[in-house]
Each structure stands twice: as structure tokens, then as C-alpha cells.
T-cell receptor, first 120, second 108 residues
Framework: GAVVSQHPSRVICKSGTSVKIECRSL??????MFWYRQFPKQSLMLMAT?????????EQGVEKDKFLINHASLTLSTLTVTSAHPEDSSFYIC????????????????FGNGTRLTVT | DAKTTQPTSMDCAEGRAANLPCNHS???????VYWYRQIHSQGPQYIIH???NNETNEMASLIITEDRKSSTLILPHATLRDTAVYYC?????????FGQGTTLQVKP
């Protein structure tokens, strides 16, 4: 089955530093990748949609300069949390679809196992 | 995307069928119903999806009413490992928007 790998699984960083999270599709090419954030006891919140070779589309209220997304290849998208602060501590999850355009509607997304970010 | 409504929590006895309802009364004709689940501190896992017809796979069955305003996810023989948060999502824009889901507790 389709596998999405996320790295690192856990990261602790100091306030003011930047952290990069990688999301890779291991056995398929992902035209579209999505980034989510989840706070404790809450549901997943969609942050942005990442399309290979183009700029990411951010959801309302998500700062694009704070959360930099790069989707440089069909198998890799990265999320960089810049100048991290304790309130950025969260569980970050990526997902990917092998289907482009309208075909994405009838194709399940595959999720990574998430990255637990703790900012001290 | 149509909004979905699910009960906050449910219990199920181990070995019994777990029936998880979902209301999506504003669903449009081209919106698929997707079910995912999330086990604590892991990424969501795809379970099943459908448009109009009932669907079955190795994990579960999905029953969609004829008017498509509601659906039921059936786990035929629940095990302790099925304890998770189950999300029902109506999808047509290609983006999965998660609601609060149903916390299913499978008890021995």
C-alpha cells in the first residue's frame, strides 16, 4: 500500500530557532500534499495545500511566512516552522495523494505518522 | 464541503459489531463520504469511502442511505485495537476537513 514517511517523529527546539519537517511519499508520486496541525485533545486542522512546482495555498489564519512549505519534487514536501515559539508546539501531520486534479476526490489520502514539535 | 455530524463518543464490546453513524444532510451529489480513524498519537488511517453505493473492504463496511443524507460505518468484529477516533468527512474540493469525530472505546 501507499506509504508516506515523515521525519523527524519528534523534535525539541529552543524558542526563536527554525525547524524543518520532511514528508516523503515512498512508493508513489504525490502531486498534492497537505499539512495539518493538531493540538492536544483537538481535531486535525488543515494548514496548507502543497502542489509540486508551485506555491502552497494556505488556509485562512495560517501565516505563510511563519510556516514555509516547499514541494520541490513529486516525492518530497517540507514544512519549516520559522522562529518557533512555545505556542507552535503541536503535532504536525502531512498527507499525500497520488491523484491529480478531479481524480483526487475518489482517491484516499495517505498520512504520515506525524511530527511532535516541542518548543522550549 | 458538506458538514458532517457524529456522536462524540461510543462504546462497543469486543467481538461485537461497531456501528458508527454520520449525518451529512447537506451533502451534494458529487461529494464522496470518507472515513478515517486516528489512534492516539498517530497519523489518520484511511478506512473506506463511497459515493452512492454501499462499500465493503477488509476493514469495514460503509452503508449510505438512499438519499445520501447519512451513513454508517460498520466494523464487523471490533477488537481492542479498534479503539480510536473515527472521522466521517464529505469530500468534494479535494481537501480533507476534519470535524471532531467519534471516539470509539472497545471494551473487553
Amino acid at each position: 500500500g501507499a506509504v508516506v514517511s515523515q521525519h523527524p517523529s519528534r523534535v525539541i527546539c529552543k524558542s526563536g530557532t527554525s525547524v524543518k519537517i520532511e514528508c516523503r511519499s515512498l512508493d508513489f508520486q504525490a502531486t498534492t500534499m497537505f499539512w495539518y496541525r493538531q493540538f492536544p485533545k483537538q481535531s486535525l486542522m488543515l494548514m496548507a495545500t502543497s502542489n509540486e512546482g508551485s506555491k502552497a495555498t494556505y488556509e485562512q489564519g495560517v501565516e505563510k511566512d511563519k510556516f514555509l512549505i516547499n514541494h520541490a519534487s513529486l516525492t518530497l514536501s517540507t514544512l519549516t516552522v520559522t522562529s518557533a515559539h512555545p505556542e507552535d508546539s503541536s503535532f504536525y501531520i502531512c498527507s499525500a495523494s497520488p491523484m491529480p486534479g478531479p481524480r483526487i476526490y475518489n482517491s484516499p489520502l495517505h498520512f504520515g505518522n506525524g511530527t511532535r514539535l516541542t518548543v522550549t | 464541503d458538506a458538514k458532517t455530524t457524529q456522536p462524540t463518543s461510543m462504546d462497543c464490546a469486543e467481538g461485537r459489531a461497531a456501528n458508527l453513524p454520520c449525518n451529512h444532510s447537506t451533502i451534494s451529489g458529487n461529494e464522496y463520504v470518507y472515513w478515517y480513524r486516528q489512534i492516539h498519537s498517530q497519523g489518520p488511517q484511511y478506512i473506506i469511502h463511497g459515493l452512492k453505493n454501499n462499500e465493503t473492504n477488509e476493514m469495514a463496511s460503509l452503508i449510505i442511505t438512499e438519499d445520501r443524507k447519512s451513513s454508517t460505518l460498520i466494523l464487523p468484529h471490533a477488537t481492542l485495537r479498534d479503539t480510536a477516533v473515527y472521522y466521517c468527512i464529505a469530500l468534494n474540493t479535494g481537501k480533507l476537513i476534519f470535524g471532531q469525530g467519534t471516539t470509539l472505546q472497545v471494551k473487553p
